[in-house]
């Protein structure tokens, strides 16, 4: 919004030139990143009184480990103050023309208002039952969609370098040029709108300790911070994608300041949300968070790597289906308790403990995912 009401103006008064800094995506980058953080700093205490206020709090597991018996009851629905502080640089700091922006902005306030129900169904109930699973997910496939659908299958509102490779699969540590998979269409639709549910989903299934989804929900935001910019920069006339041999998409580039503003806003919200937490995230903000980094990895051309730099929520998920897997098949389980960062609580980790470990994990996967950029 800024960027629209305010960059054409130099155009007309030379004593405004200075508004030329608007045109850089870094620059817009910082201040969606600092405005997201200023948001969350102002208006976490009094959001934090209002949930008490209002008796909106964590909702826990019967059958969850004993040390969670004491966080219930600690407001909850934190995910509402970060789609706030997300959204609102974005809107702000971004080219709100540029149709990736757009696609997944939509899919995270779609995918916060899918959480949000499912937040208020169980502090309404007080259970852990929330929205029917069924019901999530096919409201997430629908905005999915929604989104996914627009942005590939309307090309004649997409830039054309996105058109030419929008079907096109690519590997990681494999030059895009040589080796990359054309799906079709119809295919490859489907396919990105499973990356983005199914990251959504693992997102909110990590989301189990203090801090522990937040940290490499910042990371994963960052690392694709780079990828966006990178795929859409040019340097002494030479695009860096073409240099690096990574997929070409200008307008890509715009996505750094919604990569921006996760940040910022993720970061306000761990000043909060660390051990002991006084607030928790709740469906509202993991879900949509989920649904963002889903999104960021289709545009970007990632949905592969994704799986790499999205390690632990990986990992975390596919706790939860060996686990349900083999309880059904043989009557076993596997682990403890899924996911699998409650199986080492109850091998007696402390939670910071496993929360930092998380967080190392997650910035290996960041720095070798990044790696890749230039190995292949």
Not at 20 to 41: D, H, K, Q, S
Not at 84 to 101: C, G, H, K, Q
Not at 349 to 372: G, M, Y
């Amino acid at each position: 919004m800024i960027y629209e009401l305010f960059y054409p103006l130099k155009h007309h008064y030379p004593w405004l030139s200075w508004l030329n800094v608007l045109r850089y995506v870094p620059f817009r980058t910082i201040m969606a990143t600092i405005t997201a953080m200023l948001i969350t700093f102002v208006l976490a205490p009094w959001f934090i009184r209002e949930l008490k206020r209002k008796q909106i709090g964590q909702v826990v597991r019967k059958e969850g480990p004993e040390s969670h018996l004491v966080k219930a009851g600690t407001p909850t629905m934190g995910g509402a103050l970060i789609l706030l502080s997300l959204l609102v640089p974005t809107v702000l700091w971004a080219d709100l023309r540029n149709p990736f922006v757009l696609a997944t902005t939509a899919v995270t306030a779609g995918y916060g208002l899918i959480g949000y129900l499912d937040d208020y169904l169980k502090i309404k109930r007080r259970n852990t039952g929330g929205l029917p699973g069924r019901y999530k997910l096919l409201g997430q496939t629908l905005i999915g969609g929604a989104a996914v659908g627009y942005t590939f299958l309307l090309p004649e509102r997409m830039p054309a370098d996105w058109n030419a490779i929008r079907t096109h699969l690519a590997f990681p540590f494999v030059a895009f040029s040589k080796v990359s998979l054309d799906l079709p269409l119809w295919f490859y639709v489907g396919f990105a709108i499973f990356v983005v549910v199914a990251t959504s989903n693992a997102v909110n299934l990590t989301d189990g300790l203090d801090g522990l989804a937040i940290g490499p929900v910042m990371i994963n935001a960052g690392t694709y911070l780079i990828w966006a910019y990178v795929a859409g920069a040019t340097i002494a006339k030479l695009p860096l994608a073409d240099y690096l041999d990574i997929p070409k998409i200008a307008s890509a580039g715009e996505l750094s300041v919604y990569c921006g503003s996760v940040i910022g806003a993720g970061i306000g919200f761990l000043w909060y949300n660390t051990y002991p937490a006084q607030l928790f995230m709740g469906d509202v903000g993991a879900l949509a968070l989920g649904g963002g980094l889903g999104m960021l990895a289709v545009f970007t051309k990632n949905e592969v790597l994704s799986v790499l730099l999205g390690g632990i929520f990986f990992i975390e998920t596919l706790s939860v289906i060996t686990q349900v897997a083999s309880f059904k098949l043989t009557g076993r389980r596997v682990f403890l308790m899924a996911p699998i960062h409650h199986h080492y609580e109850k091998k007696g980790w402390a939670e910071p403990k496993i929360i930092v470990r998380f967080w190392i994990i997650s910035i290996l996967l960041a720095l070798v995912s990044l790696a890749s950029m230039k190995l292949r």
